[in-house]
Nanobody
Framework: QVQLVESGGGLVQPGGSLRLSCAAS????????MGWFRQAPGKERECVAG????????SYADSVQGRFTISRDNAKNTVYLQMNSLKPEDTAVYCC???????????????WGQGTQVTVSS
């Protein structure tokens, strides 16, 4: 069992940057594939980025490609999401998630954090 706690959200102007952190506890962090998701009011949950156990492989949604970077520090049991060139449409609650299996679908993530609000507005 692993518990996930996100932090780093807040209010930022368009074009600005934020770095989200997801701290894991209660499990062996390095065995989990990690992902970041977001959900805005009235919209479905969207997978933003994913990262393999070692951090050697990453994937991104087309909507954030080139602007967001996912990374992890297994020694610190933490996964990060660096968000640059933020747009109003990036406004959402961002959650991190963990999976012990190869991730193909959202349902493959068994563990979820509570989420942190990111608001991009002038």
């Amino acid at each position: 069992q692993v518990q996930l706690v996100e932090s780093g959200g807040g209010l930022v102007q368009p074009g600005g940057s934020l770095r989200l952190s997801c701290a894991a506890s209660g499990g062996t962090f390095s065995i989990y594939t990690m992902g970041w998701f977001r959900q805005a009011p009235g919209k479905e949950r969207e997978c933003v980025a994913g990262i393999s156990r070692s951090g050697g492989s990453t994937s991104y949604a087309d909507s954030v490609q080139g602007r967001f970077t996912i990374s992890r520090d297994n020694a610190k049991n933490t996964v990060y999401l660096q968000m640059n060139s933020l747009k109003p449409e990036d406004t959402a609650v961002y959650c991190c998630a963990a999976s012990r299996v190869l991730v193909v679908f959202t349902r493959d993530y068994a563990y979820w954090g509570q989420g942190t609000q990111v608001t991009v507005s002038s």
